[in-house]
């Protein structure tokens, strides 16, 4: 089945530095990756996704690169802010699991003011 | 426009006692989850049910039972408890299985002691 490996496992920043979180997969007809970010006693929640057929998405200071040929994708946060310390998780889905995601263990990020 | 609503937020069992997780979402979503979090082991699916009336085995299956009441509920069964199954649970729910992004609720905390 999908195997997702995600890196670092922690990840502390300076309030206004990037940070950058990579994730790769196992099953090449993975067509689907989506990343969530998790807040204390709460449910993750999406905040990026990209299929197959786009190597790049950006949403304000959140972008994901996606490279299909090495089997991995990455998460950017620029400018970051202290809210945005929390847990991130990546994920991968497609025909071979029926579409059911696989996640990432989780890098837990820390913005410092 | 609750969302996903999970009932109970925490629960004490016994080793051997039984209880049902109840999940209910109000976004008319087809395809439903249930995944459990446990420290450095991010998410992992334990049933899915991809529309209605249909229900399928994740990763971790063993020990839990299922079931699609309705469109919008799906509950998650512990038969006989164990230490094992002390975790977080999440249910989540999704337009369609493909390619959709994941509306999860807040988590159920579980001890079994």
């Known amino acids: 089945g999908e195997n997702v490996e995600q890196h670092p496992s922690t990840l502390s920043v300076q309030e206004g530095d990037s940070a950058v979180i990579k994730c790769t997969y196992s099953?090449?007809?993975?067509?689907?990756f989506p990343w969530y970010k998790q807040e204390l006693g709460k449910g993750p929640q999406l905040i990026i996704d990209i299929r197959s057929n786009v190597g790049e998405k950006k949403d304000q200071r959140i972008a994901v690169t996606l490279n299909k040929t090495a089997k991995h994708f990455s998460l950017h946060i620029t400018e970051t802010q202290p809210e945005d310390s929390a847990v991130y998780f990546c994920a991968a889905g497609g025909p071979d699991s029926g579409y059911a995601l696989n996640f990432g263990k989780g890098t837990s990020l820390l913005v410092t003011p | 426009n609750a969302g996903v609503t999970q009932t109970p937020k925490f629960q004490v069992l016994k080793t051997g006692q039984s209880m049902t997780l109840q999940c209910a979402q109000d976004m008319n979503h087809n395809s439903m989850y249930w995944y459990r979090q446990d420290p450095g082991m991010g998410l992992r699916l334990i049933y899915y049910?991809?529309?209605?009336?249909?229900?399928d085995k994740g990763e971790v299956p063993n020990g839990y039972n299922v079931s699609r009441l309705n469109k919008r509920e799906f509950s998650l069964r512990l038969e006989s408890a164990a230490p094992s199954q002390t975790s977080v649970y999440f249910c989540?729910?999704?337009?369609?299985?493909?390619?959709?992004?994941?509306?999860f609720g807040n988590g159920t905390r579980l001890t079994v002691t």
């Open positions: 049910s991809a529309s209605e009336g249909t229900t």
């Open positions: 989540a729910s999704s337009d369609f299985m493909v390619n959709s992004p994941l509306h």
């Open positions: 099953d090449s007809a993975s067509n689907y």
